[in-house]
């Protein structure tokens, strides 16, 4: 199969149902590498179904999802994609494993079972709990952390695995208000700095007209893909999201949008 | 008891055989558990037990070996219970409490089919530690060392499945696998630890190690270390103090495993 340098992600067609019922219909968009891509739409729309599928965890009923040019179902795309899910930073709370022992497990696809750990796999490992300033917590327990450091745990798992396509769905679960900045702070300078292509399904308008290089919207099908200013209009998010749209203020004196 | 007492034990092979044989569940039970305890799936030990006595009851009433029937019944339900639990709409636990009374009223049916097995069955449902045989020592030796084994080679990957699903699908593993290894591999050491502590108290050496470990706020490694080693102690002064106050062995092996948890509850760090 021909690999295609230039672009991160290709989807074609792109169905998913969940017993019967369309949750993502005809969905087709190509990302290209080092694009820091906002995915928003109203809840229950089909925003995570799509990461699903990109992450290979649900097979699509219809289309088709390219990583780097191979099937995201394939061993190798899945090493090039980081993930930080919703809610798992909230619910690990309970788990009883230390940041590094988290952070750790990032590894643990690229290692072959009963292998020793490598200089490669400790140099990611202490490399990921640098970037996201969490070294000092590696001892700790996950469940002795702050919700925002907790969080940054888990996006240091995804980093350690050295991905190439960095996925998050809204992992602020828990997590307070300057937490949320420094984590977005973070993902803009891997994006612009390291050239990480970047997925983020988000609710914050304001962020992503001021972040993103491109924006995604869905409701159950695609309602629109381009650049954040062509999109982010109070009229246009009234029709994505099929009520009055409420711009949130917050305190903080570059004031975000929530919708 | 007196050291003289502790000692005579060494000069009964029977009591050596039950010693042996109860070390090694007490090595792996809270080594699956803590899996299990993770996972929230303690009550799928409980489940488990109920069917290895079923599998008991068919060896007992068809003349074949009872922990054969054992292990074979809990693979099976062990298969069964992962299907259960990937379709939708059986309401999470609730088939685990389907397949546990469903089993009980096969192993009573069984039973009453032959009178005369009570008792032989009886040293199953409440444990039996003075009459483990040397085939038995033998099974659980070679078969817990198999289970050991799969959970050392595997640990890093039965590590991230527990720790969330979604992360471990993410990374390409076959997260359906590793659920249906680690189900099979608790139906295995429930069957091997029936004869030592019985199918109603096995899930208890398998679950309250762990939580009393897991009160002292440790990273995921050591926690499972400390519940083996609690295990081992609960094991080693539950053994004695039975043989020493001529108690029922398996109910004085999680005596003294809840004791040691209330002890943790007290003196842990969460």
């Known amino acids: 199969m021909q690999v295609n340098s230039g672009l991160a992600i290709e989807a074609g067609n792109l169905s998913y149902g969940y017993g019967g019922v369309s949750a993502l219909k005809d969905v087709g968009f190509v990302l290209r590498e080092g694009e820091y891509l906002a995915v928003i739409g109203p809840n229950g729309g089909g925003k995570t179904t799509l990461i699903k599928l990109l992450l290979g965890i649900l097979e699509p009923t219809s289309g088709f999802v390219r990583i780097h040019g191979r099937p995201a179902s394939d061993r190798r795309a899945r090493l090039d994609v980081g993930y930080v899910p919703q809610r798992v930073s909230s619910e690990a709370a309970e788990f009883p494993a230390t940041v590094r022992e ?23 490992v202490d490399h990921a709990l640098e970037t996201l300033e969490i070294a000092d917590l ?7 952390l702050s919700g925002g450091q907790r ?3 888990f996006i240091a798992r995804a980093v350690a695995g050295e991905p190439r396509i960095l996925i998050l769905d809204e992992p602020t679960v828990g997590v307070d208000h300057s937490a949320q900045e420094a984590f977005r702070q973070f993902l803009t300078h ?29 409701n159950h099908s695609l309602v629109c893909h381009g650049r954040p200013g062509e999109y982010l209009k109070e009229d246009f998010l009234v029709r994505l999201y099929g009520r009055e749209v409420k711009l949130v203020e917050h305190e903080h004196h570059d004031g975000h949008g929530h919708v | 008891m007196t050291d003289t007492a502790m000692f005579e034990i060494f000069r ?9 044989a109860s070390l090694t569940v007490a090595v792996l039970a809270p080594s699956i558990g803590m899996f299990l305890v993770v ?3 303690a009550f799928l030990a409980d489940t488990l037990a109920h069917v290895s006595l079923a599998g008991v009851a068919a060896g ?11 292990i074979g019944a809990s693979l099976l339900a062990a298969i069964l219970i992962e299907k259960l639990r990937l379709k939708q709409g059986f309401f999470g636990e609730s088939s685990l409490s389907l397949i546990l009374s469903g089993s009980l009223a096969l192993a009573v049916i069984m039973i009453g089919l032959a009178r005369s097995l009570g008792a032989s069955l009886f040293s199953y449902l409440f444990g039996s530690v003075t009459t483990v045989g040397r085939f038995d020592v033998g099974v659980i030796l070679a078969l817990g060392a198999t289970v050991l084994t799969v959970v050392f080679v595997g ?16 990374g390409g593993l076959r997260a359906q696998g590793f659920n249906l290894l680690l189900t099979a591999l608790s139906g295995l050491t429930i069957a091997l630890s029936l004869r030592i502590v019985g199918a109603l108290l096995v899930g208890a050496l398998m679950v309250i190690p762990v939580l009393a470990a897991s009160r002292f706020g440790m990273g995921f490694r050591r926690t499972h270390l400390l519940a083996a080693a609690l295990s081992v102690f609960s094991v080693l002064i539950g053994f004695f103090l039975s043989y020493a106050l001529d108690l029922a062995a398996g109910g004085t092996i999680v005596g003294v495993a809840i004791l040691i948890f209330l002890a943790a509850l007290l003196f842990g760090r969460r």
């Open chain 1, 102 to 124: 988290i952070v750790e497990s990032g590894r643990t696809p690229r290692r072959r079972a009963f292998s020793r750990r490598s200089a490669a796999d400790r140099e990611a």
């Open chain 1, 138 to 144: 590696s001892d700790r327990t996950i469940g002795s």
């Open chain 1, 151 to 153: 969080q940054r745990a």
């Open chain 1, 190 to 218: 891997a994006n612009r700095e390291h050239g990480m292509t970047i997925v983020f399904v988000t609710h914050d308008v304001e962020f992503v007209s001021r972040e993103a290089t491109s924006v995604l919207c869905l």
């Open chain 2, 12 to 20: 009964y092979d029977f009591l050596v055989r039950g010693l042996v």
């Open chain 2, 39 to 41: 996972r929230r799936q």
């Open chain 2, 60 to 70: 007992l009433l068809f003349s074949f070996n009872p922990v054969a029937g054992a």
């Open chain 2, 155 to 170: 640990y890093r990957q039965f590590f991230l499945v527990s720790l969330d699903e979604e992360l471990a699908l993410s």
